[in-house]
């Protein structure tokens, strides 16, 4: 071969190029597609196996194929990442672009399980479990089921959930994860972070993990430890806000006011969770109340409230920003809503934990029912206060509740149909609900 | 694999009726401790002692308790392997002249434990004697507290009768107790006005309310274990543990006020106080400003409770309105030790709580009108991070620098802890203007030592005109640490002597002025945990400050100045009446009317 390369012209030479290069063309024109999507591909299952859902997406966008498959595989992988809004969208848009509506409805069944409305769907969605399809088909049921029993305040049943799927399944970090949310929902930090950091384990580079150890760290004053988590996590996705508001609390905790204040308008810059930006603007609240700038606190704190009603401390920032204004009207209300947060959470917990004595106890059910509703998960509330009138069908309080709740989302029929029911009055012998 | 044969939920269209059954043990497991998580206790070698902030300077505390002659130790029972919370309390200390001989004597409460039955019992206190500040001698026996009829906790001093020496209240589990110093080296035990209410009472303070000038008392309760309601708890049930406060119901607290005659009768609730605390720290001071005492309650996981004194002992509880409820997460804290200072110098009384593993230590800066800001964050507090369960603890100028420090003594309430060893090293922490630093503790010292610390006194026992502490601990000797930090300023002792006030002067606010500032301390009523520091204040001006002059703003309204020489380092000041009347009181011998 180097004997006939030292004997070709430099004509030939350019010949032999030109064939080359024209071959390489034709071979790219032919497979470069399949290349590109296996590349792509990889990138987007890596990204999910990280849990980096936004990484996951942008490489999405790079993957040539038909409008109707990225639809739908984008509306998986933000269903997800628990964005289950946008990814009802991506669902209709995949039908839009012709997709087969199969694997579709399947996406719907499963966010709508996650989401909470699981039990008008989980005959379904054991069904396609049983129905013996992938692996990762069943870990898809398995983590849609669990992440809805959590999310519908069915925690023994989400337990239990987790508890099958671990048992076939040891190894999937995402079970870690959905274990740790369920016992952060029961108040035990302790075992959440004993599951976030199995998960962690299992998946090192995942960021969703990496991030729920980081945050439970903080919450433990182990500044050093959530400090350096956080900083790998902005390493690996320099635009994470969690991790940027997290590391601004972590030098706010250590003294560092300067470089906490700029960290968190650094992370408010960037894309936050509505729960997360109202915790940065409480944050900014504060330091402006140690400031002494009531006024501005006060404002920092109404930002943080609308962002996040639901959020004591968000309240009380902004109480203890008005008290410093002179409106003792606002700060009552402030408080008193939070106290509500906190006594609502209480009472939940004692709630479940007697209903587990009482289970007939339709009173119980209604309760939790009700303060589910007050706390502000309306969904998750209507489905126990539809428990309680399946084990007293004429449970008045019950009743009058789902009549209210079905009316203020415009389903009169199911309002209705409950309002017959307190016509009919309660039970012999019952007494009238409070 | 695909698991088609395992159905994991219910299919119950009820399935939340046929699933509470495993909700209870969740939330069993959800409520328990966050040492349930790990079975194996922390072996205390092989975890790392906490260590934050940043080394400042060696602390010159010196332990001495052994040579001084207090040899004593609070027992709370653990052999006997009952794991109740009572035994997680542990007990106070106590400086106090009881005498009246010019050196400030020690007491300590002996604890209990458990005979069969389960019977609880209780050990004698130790109360011993100051020959001079050089020794102590223990005469629990010949001054009569002998009794062992009470599994103790706290100590309450005060001069609740205004006859000169200060009497007792002993806290615990069963009826607290009452003694009356007769004033000739004994006690008397006093029917007490609760009778025999046996509710577990923890801390208590004294302080004038009504401003009748006779001392009204603060009894903090904590929850309502009993034998009776003892659940198990633990990981998997294999290793017991001591169960958690939340798995309990908080008992009322209680107040007693006093009728000028000595007598004390129950006024809980015309008071109003609150029903849902778990008290086990209580401070009286006039933390307003406004001339009155008030009341703050350190609970354990629920709120803590500040009661607001109108002037005429009616109170109304306002911690959440005042920013002291919670912490800055708007969570309530594990707090137990409690004590006030101005550590910023502006002249208002600052709140520092010494709280549970994960929480942070609580420094709540007044900021004037009844309000105070959580400012643990700014000023270093939470750098030192959360492996700390803080119990009692002081404010004090320690190294007399003219800046507030703080001690804490620390150690852990359960038997296997996950987070942070059982025994923990104290805290000293130094204000440097802008931050509490952790002052590094010498090799081989009390400091750098770990210890299952409780109850925590400050009283300078040797008259060198410094803080010096006592220490309890559960089941560990008490300690005695002698201050031998080299004089920064120049330093007065102030005593006050009531005869308008109640004796005691609680709620007297002194300020010590000089050429370059002013410093402000105040006499409280409790403080700490179950404990009681000596009422005398030191107040501390930088060295080279000029003529001083010191000030006192007395409970019952009136002021009254003097200036102090170059050579005075310690003050008796007794109250001069407004109006010109004196009061017949028991004067110390060697007063100093200004």
């Given at each position: ?434 | ?73 609070h027992r709370n029972g ?7 919370i009572l035994e997680s309390l542990g007990g106070g200390v106590g ?12 007491m300590a409460t002996g604890g209990g ?7 609880i019992?209780g050990h004698?206190a ?24 009470l599994y103790s906790h706290g100590i309450a ?12 209240v002993v806290t615990g589990y069963g009826p607290a107790q ?21 509710r577990w009472t923890s801390s208590a ?14 009894l903090a309760r904590y ?56 008290g086990l720290g209580v ?53 137990m ?54 119990f009692g ?61 409780r109850g ?16 309890s601990?559960l ?53 700490s945990y179950l404990s009681h ?62």
């Amino acid at each position: 071969m180097t004997t006939v390369a030292r004997h070709l012209t430099a004509r030939q030479w350019r010949i032999v190029i030109l064939v080359a290069a024209l071959t390489a063309i034709a071979v790219l024109a032919a497979w470069g597609d399949r290349w590109r999507t296996t590349w792509w591909k990889a990138r987007v299952e890596a990204a999910e196996r990280r849990g980096d859902y936004a990484a996951a997406l942008a490489a999405l966008d790079r993957l040539p194929g038909g409008a109707g498959r990225t639809w739908l595989e984008r509306g998986r992988l933000l269903r997800r990442s628990g964005d289950l809004l946008a990814a009802d969208r991506c669902f209709t848009a995949a039908l839009e672009a012709g997709h087969e509506p199969t694997l579709v409805n399947r996406e719907r069944l499963l966010a709508e399980a996650q989401c909470g409305d699981i039990t008008d769907v989980e005959d379904q969605v054991l069904a396609l479990v049983r129905a013996g399809g992938s692996d990762a088909l069943a870990d898809e049921c398995y983590a849609a089921m669990a992440e809805g029993y959590v999310n519908a305040f069915r925690f023994a049943d989400a337990a239990r959930c987790l508890e099958f799927w671990q048992a076939w399944r040891k190894d999937d970090p995402q079970l870690h994860l959905i274990r740790g949310r369920l016992e952060e929902r029961l108040g035990h930090a302790g075992l959440a972070f004993e599951a976030y950091r199995e998960g962690l384990r299992l998946a090192p580079q995942r960021n969703d993990l990496r991030l729920a150890v980081a945050r439970l760290e903080l919450d433990a004053a182990r500044l050093d430890v959530a400090a350096e988590i956080l900083r790998a996590v902005r390493r690996a996705r320099p635009d994470d806000g969690s991790a940027v508001l997290g590391l601004a609390q972590c030098r706010l905790r250590q003294g560092d006011v300067a470089g906490g204040t700029t960290l968190i308008h650094e992370a408010l810059s960037l894309d936050l969770r509505p729960e997360d930006a109202a915790v940065a603007l409480t944050e900014l609240a504060q330091l402006a109340l140690e400031d002494g700038e009531a006024q501005r606190s006060v404002a920092l704190a109404r930002g943080a409230v609308a962002l996040d009603p639901r959020n004591e401390r968000c309240l009380l920032g902004l109480a203890a920003g008005l008290v410093r204004e002179g409106d003792a009207a606002g700060t009552a209300a402030a408080q008193s809503r939070a106290r509500a947060l906190a006594d609502g959470r209480r009472r939940l917990s004692s709630t479940l934990m007697t209903l587990g004595t009482r289970p007939d106890d339709a009173d119980l059910r209604a309760d939790a029912g009700e303060i589910l509703i007050e706390q502000g998960f309306g969904p998750a509330g209507m489905r126990w206060l539809e428990t309680a009138v399946q084990v007293d069908p004429r449970h008045q309080r019950a009743r009058r509740l789902l009549a209210d709740g079905y009316s203020g989302v415009g389903d009169e029929a199911r309002a209705a149909e409950h309002r017959r029911w307190i016509e009919a009055g309660p039970a012999p012998g019952a007494e009238a609900a409070p | 694999m695909n698991p088609l044969a395992a159905v994991p939920v219910s299919r119950d269209p009820l399935v939340p009726r046929r699933a509470v059954g495993l909700v209870i043990g969740v939330f069993a497991i959800a409520l328990g401790i966050a040492g349930c998580s790990r079975p194996a206790p922390v072996p205390e070698a092989a975890v790392p002692v906490p260590v934050a902030g940043v080394p400042t300077a060696v602390d010159r505390f010196v332990e001495r308790a052994g040579e001084l002659g207090v040899v004593f130790t609070h027992r709370n029972g653990g052999e006997a392997d009952h794991s109740t919370i009572l035994e997680s309390l542990g007990g106070g200390v106590g400086w106090f002249d009881f005498d009246r001989d010019g050196w400030i004597d020690l007491m300590a409460t002996g604890g209990g434990g458990f005979a069969a039955g389960p019977a609880i019992t209780g050990h004698p206190a130790g109360l011993f004697r100051s020959r001079g500040g050089r020794a102590f001698t223990a005469v629990a026996g010949p001054a009569g507290l002998t009794a062992a009829d009470l599994y103790s906790h706290g100590i309450a001093v005060g001069d609740y009768d205004n006859d000169g020496f200060q009497d007792l209240v002993v806290t615990g589990y069963g009826p607290a107790q009452l003694w009356h110093n007769r004033g000739d080296g004994t006690f008397a035990r006093l029917p007490a006005p609760w009778g025999d209410d046996d509710r577990w009472t923890s801390s208590a303070g004294w302080g004038d309310l009504d401003g009748d000038g006779a001392l009204d008392l603060y009894l903090a309760r904590y929850v309502n274990w009993s034998f009776a309601n003892h659940p198990v708890c633990g990981f998997d049930r294999r290793q017991r543990e001591i169960c958690p406060p939340r798995m309990f119901t908080g008992l009322p607290d209680a107040l007693y006020r006093s009728d000028g005659a000595g007598g004390l009768h129950d006024a809980s609730a015309d008071a109003g106080l609150r029903t849902d605390g778990k008290g086990l720290g209580v401070l009286l001071a006039d933390l307003d400003v406004d001339g009155d005492v008030d009341i703050y309650v350190a609970n354990d996981t629920t709120d803590n409770f500040l009661y607001v004194n109108d002037g005429h002992g009616r109170l109304e509880e306002r911690a959440l309105l005042a920013g002291v409820a919670y912490d800055d997460q708007g969570l309530p804290n594990g707090s137990m030790g409690v004590d006030c200072c101005d550590f910023n110098g502006d002249g208002r009384p600052d709140l520092w709580v010494a709280n549970y593993e994960r929480e942070s230590f609580a420094l709540y800066r007044n900021e004037g009108r009844g309000q105070f800001l959580h400012v643990s964050r700014r000023h270093g507090i939470t750098d030192l991070g959360g492996l700390f369960v803080g119990f009692g603890t002081a404010c004090d100028d320690f190294d007399r620098d003219g800046r507030t420090d703080i001690a804490v003594a620390n150690g852990h309430v359960i038997k296997y802890p996950d987070a942070s060893p059982r025994k923990q090293q104290p805290l000293l922490l130094r204000f440097d203007g802008d931050r509490f630093r952790r002052a590094a503790a010498a090799p081989g010292t009390y400091f750098a030592a770990v210890h299952e610390g409780r109850g925590l006194a400050v009283g300078d026992f040797d008259g060198d005109g410094d803080g010096d502490l006592a220490i309890s601990h559960l089941n560990e000797p008490l300690a005695v640490l002698e201050n031998r930090f080299p004089a920064g300023g120049r330093s007065v002792a102030v005593e006050l002597v009531g005869t308008v006030s109640n004796r005691d002067a609680v709620g007297a606010r002194v300020t010590l002025e000089s050429g370059t500032g002013s410093v402000v301390g105040q006499v409280v009523g409790g403080g700490s945990y179950l404990s009681h520091s000596d009422r005398r204040l030191r107040l501390t001006c930088p060295a080279g400050a000029g003529p001083l002059r010191l000030k006192i703003d007395w409970p019952a309204g009136g002021r009254q100045e003097l200036a102090i020489d170059a050579t005075t380092d310690l003050v008796r000041v007794v109250e001069q009446p407004t109006d010109g009347t004196r009061v017949a009181r028991n004067d110390p011998p060697g007063s100093v009317p200004p």
